[in-house]
Every structure is written in structure tokens, then in C-alpha cells.
């Protein structure tokens, strides 16, 4: 029985899509990374003795929450750091970043991103777009950038500049974001951070690990970051977190960022859990699989699309990957739409709606989104959306399993196909 109705031509290009993924041990690789990434896991529920008490709604100021704290050292471990705050306060990744920045940066303090121009939304948390009074350049932080010298770092570049001593925080963003360059894979962001830090010691090293938790074995902290951040509605979050986000890394930075987070004085040790903390559990236990599930449905879409006849398929679909991220380019506005509302249309929730381009708080164009995720606006669910701007990327990434991932994906290049976008 078939009940999607798609074209035979759709069904036969995902077959030949996924035999050559097989065929090439792209996926046995992502499962290999899930198999250790899943032992690391467990062994730090184990470490820790988590039990089902651990999971207790505790309200009000939430002081003393035993499964919460808990949950940090589990974080922690994981992320081979000292230490870990993980809360439904942090509102999103763009929040979790800000508020370590704002802890990290006084006025006079320098923040050099050293792989070129930060995520979207940073732009208007740094102030070099958007003119807000709350933005880092408003309270006297400077700011300076150092582009990306092909698909790496410019270690030379970096060095100098760090060794002048003046820079408070080296930023480094693994992911790829909404730019045309490739994520920054952890042997790079190790060499990148062995550059800062030999310039000088004491510059503060701060990884924006958005879509990169768990693809790789190991992660930024592992190799000398000294704070990693994310969002729980991406990777860490396993598609069972319902909000937050996390900051893991060295125990006095990770202290600073709570007193902001929160209060002075009051730092870490409030915070209500609202009765969330089994599925904050449950989703950083799922997490590996979850994001390999992702993977192969990014990796599968890179070679559907290049089969269907997209150039602009990036990254390959056998190049080595750091991020869940997938892009492919258009064309066309309208190409970008009917790819989002394929997608949608294979999504489990809101498979009626068709994304419309609209205006996004934190971003500068029109973005077309497709999300019919469980949770709003989670992306470590199928979802794809883009910028309406040449070359008319769509990013792609998500996936709760492989199947569903592969419907979502066929549905897309099927609503391609129909509309006449392509010609198989
Ligand atoms: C998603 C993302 C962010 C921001 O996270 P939100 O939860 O969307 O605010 C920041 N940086 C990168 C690289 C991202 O992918």
C-alpha cells in the first residue's frame, strides 16, 4: 500500500538516493559517532545515578532542585566541561548567546569573531545592525571580525591580532548559519583555538555550537573551548525539550553567565522547572540518535537533489559534515516557496498549511519557513526555510527518524517536480 501517491520517477530517485548513501558507508558512519556519542550518554546518567525522583515538578523559586542540578553535571560530562548551566529560561540560542556575551564583555572589552560574520540575529546583539540601546557596541563593547581564508580559519591573521592582548572573547561559530560557507568542523575549531590561545592565554574562547552537538565525537569544549552554546529546540534537546537552551564550559565563566542569566548573588541557584526535566532527560538521552537520524536525512537530501539536477547542493553529499545543515539553491523565489510547502506537506503536523514568506523577529529579509514540528519553531525536527534573496537557498535540516526525514524530503522534490521546478 502506498499512500503518499508519489510518482513513480520521486520514488525510484529516492531508491537510488539512499542505496548510493548506503553504498558510499555514509550512514554506518553517522552511526558509529551515535553508537560512542550514546555510551558517553549513558555513562553520565550512570555517573550521576539518575532516578526517576530526579524528574520532580519543583515551582517557585525552584531553589534546591536536585534533578536540575543533576541535569548540569550531565551536561557537563558530556560536553567534557567543568561545568554546564541548562534552563528553560534561555529562551532560544540567540538568548543563550546573548546573555553569556553580555556576561563575558564589559565596556572597553574587545569580541573578535574569528570565523567571519556571526548568525543573522547576532547582528542586532552585537549592534552592527538593528540600532538597538541594548545591543554590546550601545554599551561600549568593541567589536572587530576576522573573515574565513576559504573554508578555514585565518590562523595567521587570528594569531596577530589576538596576541596585541587586548581581546576579551575570540567567537567562533561552528555552523554554517545563513551563509554560503561550510561548518567548521572540530579539527579546524581545535587549530583555530590553539592559534588563540598560544597569541593569548587569557582571551576567552566562545563557541556557538548551534546544529553541531553530537555530529561529530567530540565537541569545542574537548578541544580547549572554553563555553560552548546552544539551543534545546535544536540537537541537545532530542525533539523532546519543549524550550531553553545551555551553556557548557570552565566553572568561573559558567558562574559569571548565571549571575546574568539571573541576578547577582542569585546565579544559578533558582529556576522553577515547571515539571519539563524528564523530558530535558529524556532528550539529551535521545540525542544522539536523534541528530544521526538528522544527518542521514541531510545527507540523503544532498544526493536526492543532486540526482533531481541541483548544482547548488552544499555540502555534498560524501563531504565530511560538522552540522546537521543542509542548503540547496533554487533559483527562485517561487522555487523556494513550493520546496518549503512540499516539505510541509510531508511534515506530521500542519501537512494542510503552505508557508507564506513573512518577516521574522532577528532577521533582515523575508523568510519562508516550513516546520510542521510537534514543538513551535523546533528545527532538530524536519523543517527547511530560507531568506527570500538570491541564490534562493533553501536550509534544510531535521529530522526526528531517517523515514520520516526521507518522506518529508521526497514530498519537497515531488511538489519540485509537479510545479514543473524540475524534470525527472
Ligand atoms: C539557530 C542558530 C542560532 C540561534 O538560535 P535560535 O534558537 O534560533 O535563536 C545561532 N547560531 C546558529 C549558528 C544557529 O544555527
Redesign the pocket.
Known amino acids: 500500500m502506498s499512500s503518499f501517491h508519489f510518482s513513480e520517477r520521486v520514488r525510484a530517485l529516492g531508491g537510488a538516493a539512499e542505496r548510493d548513501c548506503r553504498e558510499a558507508g555514509l550512514f554506518s558512519r553517522a552511526d558509529e559517532v551515535c553508537s560512542e556519542r550514546s555510551e558517553q550518554v549513558l555513562a553520565a546518567f550512570r555517573c550521576e545515578r539518575v532516578s526517576s525522583g530526579d524528574f520532580a515538578e519543583v515551582t517557585g523559586y525552584g531553589y534546591s532542585d536536585g534533578g536540575r542540578e543533576k541535569l548540569e553535571r550531565i551536561y557537563a560530562a558530556i560536553f567534557g566541561a567543568q561545568d554546564a548551566l541548562v534552563r528553560l529560561s534561555f529562551l ?4 543563550a ?1 546573548t546573555v553569556a556575551l553580555r556576561a563575558l564583555l564589559r565596556p572597553g572589552d574587545t569580541l573578535l569573531a574569528i570565523s567571519g560574520a556571526p ?1 543573522d ?2 547582528q542586532a546583539v552585537i549592534g552592527t545592525s538593528g540600532g538597538s540601546g541594548a545591543s554590546l557596541l550601545a554599551r561600549g563593547v568593541r567589536y572587530e571580525q576576522i573573515e574565513l581564508s576559504g573554508d578555514s580559519f585565518d590562523l595567521p591573521t587570528i594569531f596577530a591580532r589576538v596576541a596585541r592582548g587586548d581581546v576579551r572573547v575570540a567567537h567562533i ?1 561552528r ?1 554554517r ?1 545563513y551563509s554560503a560557507r561550510g561548518g567548521l568542523c572540530i579539527d579546524k575549531i581545535a587549530r583555530a583555538i590553539a592559534a588563540v590561545k598560544d597569541a593569548c592565554p587569557e582571551t576567552i574562547v566562545l563557541v ?1 555550537n ?2 553541531g552537538e553530537f555530529v561529530e565525537r567530540r565537541e569545542p569544549t574537548m578541544v580547549g573551548a572554553d563555553v560552548a552554546v546552544g ?1 534545546l ?2 540537537n541537545p534537546g532530542g525533539g523532546m525539550a519543549s524550550t531553553g537552551g545551555y551553556c557548557a564550559g570552565r566553572a568561573d565563566l559558567i558562574a559569571e553567565i548565571a549571575e546574568w542569566l539571573t541576578a547577582p548573588s542569585i546565579g544559578r541557584d533558582l529556576g522553577a522547572n515547571f515539571g519539563q526535566l524528564s523530558s530535558l532527560y529524556k532528550g539529551i538521552f535521545l540525542a544522539p540518535s536523534v541528530v544521526a537520524a538528522a544527518l542521514k536525512t541531510a545527507i540523503f537530501a544532498a544526493r536526492a537533489l543532486s540526482l533531481a539536477g541541483f548544482r547548488g547542493v552544499s555540502p555534498r553529499f560524501d563531504e565530511p559534515r560538522t552540522d546537521i545543515v543542509q542548503t540547496v539553491d533554487l533559483g527562485s523565489a517561487d522555487a523556494l516557496v513550493a520546496f518549503c510547502g512540499g516539505l510541509q506537506s510531508g511534515s506530521p503536523i500542519d501537512s494542510f498549511a503552505r508557508p507564506e514568506p513573512g518577516e521574522m523577529p532577528g532577521y533582515e529579509d523575508l523568510e519562508v519557513m516550513a516546520g510542521g514540528s510537534f514543538i513551535g519553531g523546533s ?1 532538530i525536527e524536519l523543517s527547511a526555510d530560507g531568506p527570500l534573496k538570491p541564490p534562493y537557498t533553501a536550509y534544510l535540516q531535521g529530522g526526528l527518524t531517517f523515514d520520516y526525514g526521507k518522506l518529508g524530503v521526497l514530498s519537497a522534490i515531488e511538489a519540485m517536480q509537479e510545479k514543473g521546478y524540475i524534470s525527472l
Not at 92 to 95: E, F, I, L, W, Y
Open positions: 532560544s540560542g540567540t538568548h548567546l548568525y540575529t547576532l561559530q555552523s548559519g556557538d548551534c546544529y539551543s529546540l535544536k528545527t
